[in-house]
């Protein structure tokens, strides 16, 4: 069994800075592409950011030069630094990780719970 833990969701006021983690656990060869996405009411999940296993990095353009992604192989975590938060920022914050699980050998999207980040005055 392979669960991505999500952690560091909160308020905030805007101009303030979060720190998002999300560690895997479970039976797993090794852990691809890592990444951050969030949602709103009413709307798709949206991609934030990615990692992969060498460190090359993607951003969607409405968080360039504020969010920075980044991971810990060792640790099997990931973790996306938020900076100069804005409301529209507020969403609940998803952690995807493509693991190669032992009992298929094969590679499987995962998904966190969802850690909610509110940016409000």
């Known amino acids: 069994q392979v669960q991505l833990v999500e952690s560091g969701g909160g308020l905030v006021q805007p101009g303030g800075s979060l720190r998002l983690s999300c560690a895997a656990s479970g039976s797993f060869f090794s852990i691809y592409a890592m990444g951050w996405y969030r949602q709103t009411p009413g709307k798709q999940r949206e991609l934030v950011a990615t990692?992969?296993?060498?460190?090359?990095?993607n951003y969607t353009d409405s968080v360039k030069g504020r969010f920075t992604i980044s991971r810990d192989n060792a640790k099997n975590t990931v973790y996306l630094q938020i900076d100069s938060l804005k409301p529209e920022d507020t969403a609940v914050y998803y952690c995807?990780?493509?693991?190669?699980?032992?009992?298929?050998?094969?590679?499987?999207?995962?998904w966190g719970q969802g850690t909610q980040v509110t940016v409000s005055s």
């Open positions: 995807n990780a493509q693991i190669v699980i032992i009992t298929t050998k094969l590679m499987n999207n995962f």
């Open positions: 990692i992969t296993s060498s460190g090359s990095t």
